[in-house]
């Protein structure tokens, strides 16, 4: 199966800017979704497809591709924003029904 | 309000068979949408373990591929997880998602249930 590489740790100052970025031959067929996770809770969706947030998500994010690369970007990073993020996709190999996470990047607010 | 509730044992002994059921409420499962199981050891990140379709079309990660088990059962509009075989590396906490495929381009798990840890020991 299709591999994603993200940072393990990240770090932005309160009120900057931060990308997070998401590695993987599958980002080069199908677009990333992005998932923030605090601590003892469960993922909830950021971003899919191309740039698209769901209902109730800050508009401070915001998502991008660029071969096989995807970027999750916060403008105007908040306290509240400091939690683990994930991104995952469709598996560009074999059948492509299978989906596939990333390891996964720490967001520090400082 | 959609909702997704996981449930099953919290501890399973090693060498014997996880289950989980993952009730889903305010939409039936009936109407469509894949489902999905993902887990995540503690301290570790998300790791997808499978999903089915409605009609009971199913998908699993390879490399769990030959001791999972993803049901549907739509009378009771749930779906459940069986994992064979399990081991310590199986302890996790397991989420039931709804998996959303309608774009080609991308696929997302819109909408997650809490949880639910099992651990494997003896």
């Known amino acids: 199966s299709s591999e994603l590489t993200q940072d393990p740790a990240v770090s932005v100052a309160l009120g900057q800017t931060v990308r997070i970025t998401c590695q993987g031959d599958?980002?080069?067929?199908?677009?990333a979704s992005w998932y923030q996770q605090k601590p003892g809770q469960a993922p909830v969706l950021v971003i899919y497809?191309?740039?698209n947030r769901p209902s109730g998500i800050p508009d401070r994010f915001s998502g991008s591709s660029s071969g096989n690369t995807a970027s999750l970007t916060i403008t105007g990073a908040q306290a509240e924003d400091e939690a683990d993020y994930y991104c995952n996709s469709r598996d560009s190999s074999g059948n492509h029904f299978g989906m596939v996470f990333g390891g996964g990047t720490k967001l520090t607010v400082l | 309000q959609v909702q997704l509730q996981e449930s099953g044992p919290g501890l399973v002994k090693p060498s014997e068979t996880l289950s989980l059921t993952c009730a889903v409420s305010?939409?039936?499962?009936?109407?469509?949408?894949?489902w999905g199981w993902i887990r995540q050891p503690p301290g570790k990140g998300l790791e997808w373990i499978g999903s089915?379709?409605?009609?009971?079309?199913?998908y699993y990660n390879p490399s769990l591929k030959s001791r999972v088990t993803i049901s549907v059962d739509t009378s009771k509009n749930q779906f459940s997880l069986k994992l064979s075989s399990v081991t310590a590396a199986d302890t996790a906490v397991y989420y039931c998602?709804?998996?959303?495929?309608?774009?080609?381009?991308?696929?997302?798990?819109?909408?997650w249930g809490r949880g639910t840890l099992v651990t494997v020991s003896s």
């Open positions: 089915i379709y409605h009609s009971g079309s199913t």
């Open positions: 305010g939409y039936s499962i009936s109407s469509g949408y894949y």
């Open positions: 599958s980002l080069r067929s199908y677009y």
């Open positions: 998602a709804r998996l959303n495929t309608a774009m080609v381009r991308y696929w997302y798990f819109d909408l």
């Open positions: 497809g191309k740039n």
